[in-house]
Every structure is written in structure tokens, then in C-alpha cells.
């Protein structure tokens, strides 16, 4: 069996729903949520480990958030690495299941793990929606465009995704420290754009109003879409549990407007979190976040 049930424990209080008890089985379910235990790909890229234990810690957080009944959630466990050898086997494995899934009519959650895993949602998404002119928004400070030399890592997913699909590509929330030039002219040369943070705060920009800039006409029309959030597009004083993360960068206020407006105009499929290392963490500054995240894909439009 490739993936096993979460061992997280399910919160439950009478009289007062949470997401934890109102799991429902497959069958019954819109959304999918999965779990990737998974951080060689971190190491591989020299970053710090500790986002094999980010699907469970993020679980404990989510599902003690409150939820009314427009959402019924199928958990399908954590991919169970034990005996799949190598990063690729997993990609491979995580690949034929989410799209197994899709097919079904299912959206899907996934939490990693490293970013590595970005590969195989984005790649399943774009398999499965390909009459669709699929695009996927990667909410990050890095581009991830990493040639494979030696190994597979955290920051190869996207080059290796515009290597094998036709696909449009929106980076979100880069830092030009610690982006090379020639991957961000590889992303352009593919077709892609990017949106760097120093330049919207130079610009004096909300994100919405950049996002709506680049995108021109395109924000208006129906846009079949996957979004990847590695939780360090995050700036440190928000999301220190990661394998890297910067203090000038992103704030949550500044991406939680343009969260609602992609999951209320584009059919989002699916959404990706990344990254999340729960030993890195302070006072579940990252959990929480990572679990508002998770909520609002869930529930875009809980209201009172």
C-alpha cells in the first residue's frame, strides 16, 4: 500500500464541529487531503530537515479549525516511503494517485514535505487538465528551476515540469537573493512570469494590483489552476519553520486578498504546502499559517 492512514489524532467536542470530525469516506468527499513525509529532497539541496513531520504537526493544527458542511474532506493518509527507494519511485507512485483522484472529480490537498513534491502534484494537475490550458501559481521566494544534475531536490520541481509540459507558470513572491538570472531567464524563455518582492515594494503595489498587472486579460477569464505554496515565500517574523526563510518577504495580509480572489474567480483544483519543518518552528507561528492556508482553500467562502 503506497499510502497509510495519518496517526493523527482526530479532535472531537460535542456540540461544537471541527474539521477533525467531520471527515467523511472517499466516496462522499470533494476534496482529498495527502500528506508527503518527505524531506530528502530538502537535504539534497542543502536545506534544513525537518519537513518529513510537517503533514502530521499540520494536521494536529487543521483539524481542530471550525468548518461548516459546504466541504466534505477525505484524508488519504501520508505516502508511505518506507520501501520506495528513491525520490523518483515517489514522485512516480504520488503521480498515478493524484491522478487517480482527479479523474474522479476530486480536489485535492497535499502537504509536504519538501518542495520536491511540487513536481508530481503540478505534473499530475496538468495531465489531468490538459483540455483545460491548465496554469499553476507558485507562491515562493525561490524559482525552484534547478537543473537535475546529481540529484533531485527542493529547488528542481518547476524546471523539471517545463522540461516534460506545455504548461504557464506565475512565480510569486521571489527574492532576488537568492534567485540565479539564468533561472529566471530559463522561466521567461518558457513562457513563464514572476513577480520579485522587492520590486512590488519598490512599486508601492499591493500584490493583487501586480498579480492583476501581469496577467492582464487573462485574470477575467476561466482559468482551470493549481496552486503550489512553499511556506517560505513567507517572511521569518510569520513562518520561521522552514528550511529557509528570509525576514524581508512576504506577509500574510499581503496574500490572503490574492488566496480569495484566484480561489473565487479560477477553478483552483488543487493546492500544494510545502516545506513546513515543525522543529524549526516558533510557537506554531508556521503551523497556524500553513492551517489558514489549508482553511481557506477548504472553505473559501465560510461566512457567518
Keep these: ?18 474539521l ?6 472517499l466516496e462522499a468527499s470533494d476534496f482529498v487531503l495527502l500528506g508527503y513525509p518527505d524531506d530528502e529532497g530538502v537535504k539534497n539541496n542543502g536545506g534544513r530537515i525537518g519537513a518529513a513531520a510537517g503533514p502530521e504537526a499540520l494536521r494536529e493544527i487543521l483539524f481542530k479549525t471550525t468548518v461548516d458542511t459546504s466541504a466534505k474532506i477525505y484524508d488519504h493518509g501520508n505516502l508511505d516511503i518506507t520501501n520506495i527507494e528513491t525520490i523518483k519511485k515517489r514522485h512516480a ?33 496538468c495531465d489531468s487538465f490538459a483540455d483545460k490550458k491548465p496554469i499553476v ?3 515562493d521566494a525561490h524559482l525552484d528551476l534547478r537543473p537535475v544534475e546529481e540529484k533531485i531536490s527542493s529547488g528542481t520541481p ?9 504548461i504557464d507558470l506565475v512565480e510569486v513572491g521571489l527574492l532576488k537573493v537568492c534567485n540565479q538570472k539564468s533561472h529566471h531567464d530559463y522561466l521567461i524563455s518558457k513562457g513563464g512570469k514572476a513577480i520579485f518582492y522587492e520590486d512590488l515594494v519598490l512599486e508601492g503595489k499591493t500584490l493583487v494590483e501586480k498579480f492583476i498587472e501581469i496577467m492582464g486579460e487573462e485574470i477575467i477569464k476561466t482559468r ?26 512576504m ?26 519543518a515543525p522543529n524549526l518552528d516558533e510557537n506554531f507561528k508556521t503551523a497556524r499559517l500553513a492551517s489558514q492556508i489549508a482553511h481557506n482553500f477548504l472553505f473559501p467562502q465560510l461566512s457567518y
Design 20 to 25: 477533525g470530525n467531520q471527515l467523511v469516506e
Design 251 to 276: 506577509q500574510p495580509h499581503e496574500f490572503f486578498p490574492l488566496l480569495q480572489l484566484l480561489l473565487r474567480r479560477w477553478d483552483v483544483k488543487g493546492m500544494g504546502i510545502y516545506e513546513f
Design 93 to 125: 507512485v504520488s503521480i498515478e494517485t493524484l491522478k487517480g483522484f482527479y479523474s474522479s472529480g476530486k480536489k485535492i490537498l497535499s502537504i509536504g514535505g519538501g518542495h520536491d513534491y511540487g513536481y508530481p502534484d503540478t505534473y499530475a494537475f
Design 1 to 18: 500500500m503506497s499510502f497509510k492512514p495519518s496517526p493523527a489524532n482526530i479532535f472531537k467536542r460535542p456540540n461544537d464541529p471541527r
Design 224 to 249: 482551470t489552476c493549481f496552486l503550489s505554496v512553499d511556506i517560505d515565500v513567507f517572511s521569518s517574523a510569520y513562518a520561521p519553520g522552514c528550511s529557509q526563510s528570509w525576514p524581508f518577504s
Design 137 to 139: 501559481i507558485n507562491f
Design 158 to 166: 518547476f524546471y523539471r515540469l517545463l522540461e516534460e509540459k506545455q
